[in-house]
């Protein structure tokens, strides 16, 4: 039987609450099939409160021997004076996609049968967010001078290379011809001339690769318009790393809310181990209450197997939760009950 190695970081507040249940998950629909060898990291806010380590150096290097990382959510509370210092979101969760070069943040979303949009009239809703992963304004390469006097200059830097653009945008492209043939383009390029134009001709370049795909071009201000009044015209989103955060959000809100939201941080090259994580934080709103919805983690186990080639266990999965959330009435239900609803319609093998 195989074995997956698979590096657990369930992080603070919810996420050791939707990673539990997003293993049970994952371990019912492998049973027979895998083993899931884990081995917990424990990082986070709370870790760094409690020794003041963020990742150290041998732990980043454990973690990249596994074959995935599953992630729950790592901060605290926004604005705790006692982690102003730690960077904890820089200096753990970016830090692991960008040394584990995970190019490819893909964020799907999907308004499930029997989920209630915010928007009257969704229609259809069912496409991908192609975000870039290691590039863009996260890499962290401002600075600021004068700090703290009225003639401060605070910069922060996008960077975009012809390779990194090029590599997202192929895996986009690769990804609208095996789903609906659309893909858009979303950028800022009437202001953000330089990398706009660096996005536009990688486009236009890899187009006639693949005739078979419609592409078209949004600013990102009017994307956020068509997200709202027309989501069902997207397929396929490509964009840079900060427009993808915003708007896989927005995404989350309009497909029945941040708790429903799954992503994967790829690498598809193999070289390193994709981690997959809600694309919701630790919520300490909630964290302790039992409330918080462990569907986005439970799909992110979905996107974990595809990746790793289960495809069949993936689908069981995708298929237990489309059964969980059509069947749900409207009644609140713990992060546990979830877990059990979603477990009870696994299909068999
Ligand atoms: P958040 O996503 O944690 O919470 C936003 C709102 O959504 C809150 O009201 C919360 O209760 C609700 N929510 C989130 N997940 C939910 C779930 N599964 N079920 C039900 N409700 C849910 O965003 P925030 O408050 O801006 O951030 C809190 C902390 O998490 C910060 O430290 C932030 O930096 C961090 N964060 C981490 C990640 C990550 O680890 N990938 C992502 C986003 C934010
Ligand atoms: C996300 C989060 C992260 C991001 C933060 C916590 C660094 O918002 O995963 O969407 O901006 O990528
Ligand atoms: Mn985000």
Do not use: C
């Not at 027979?32 to 990742?55: H, K, M, N, S, W």
């Not at 969704?122 to 991908?128: N, S």
């Not at 706009?196 to 419609?214: C, K, M, N």
């Not at 990746?307 to 689908?315: C, D, K, N, R, V």
């Amino acid at each position: 039987m195989r074995t997956v190695r698979l590096a657990v970081v369930g992080g603070d507040g919810i996420g050791p609450e939707v990673v539990e249940q997003g293993l049970r998950v994952l371990r019912a629909a492998v049973d027979g099939e895998a083993e899931i060898a884990t081995t917990e990291f424990r990082l986070g806010a709370a870790r760094y409160l409690e020794t003041g380590d963020v990742l150290p150096d041998d732990e980043l290097a454990a973690i990249a021997e596994h074959d995935a990382i599953l992630l729950g959510a790592v901060g605290g509370v926004p604005g705790d004076p006692r982690l102003k210092d730690a960077n904890i979101e820089r200096g753990l969760l970016l830090k692991l996609r960008f040394a584990l070069d995970h190019y490819v943040n893909l964020r799907p979303t999907r308004l499930w049968p029997g989920v209630v949009s915010p928007l009257r009239d969704a229609g259809e809703v069912d496409f991908v967010v192609v975000r870039e992963g290691t590039e863009g304004p996260y890499v962290g390469n401002g600075g600021a001078i004068r700090v703290g006097t009225p003639a401060e200059v605070a910069n922060e830097v996008s960077v975009n290379t012809a390779f990194g653009v090029e590599r997202v945008v192929r895996y986009a492209f690769e990804q609208a011809s095996a789903r609906r043939n659309g893909l858009t383009l979303v950028h800022k390029t009437n202001v953000l001339t330089f990398a706009g134009s660096l996005w536009h001709r990688t486009v236009d370049a890899i187009a006639p690769e693949y005739p078979e795909v419609a592409v078209d071009y949004l600013h990102v201000d009017a994307a956020t318009i068509f997200l709202v009044t027309d989501p069902a015209r997207f397929d396929v989103i490509v964009t840079d790393n900060l427009f993808g955060d915003i708007l896989t959000d927005l995404a989350a809100a309009i497909s029945g809310g941040i708790g429903l939201a799954a992503s994967g941080n790829l690498n598809p090259s193999g070289a390193f181990p994709s981690m997959f994580e809600p694309v919701h934080g630790s919520a300490p709103d909630i964290a302790g209450t039992g409330k918080a919805d462990p569907t986005a983690a439970i799909l992110s186990t979905a996107l974990l197997l595809e990746h790793l080639g289960m495809s069949e266990a993936a689908a069981r999965i995708t298929a237990a939760v489309t059964a969980d959330l059509a069947a749900r009435d409207g009644s609140p239900r713990t992060t546990a009950e979830v877990g059990d609803g979603v477990l009870a319609a696994l299909p068999p093998r």
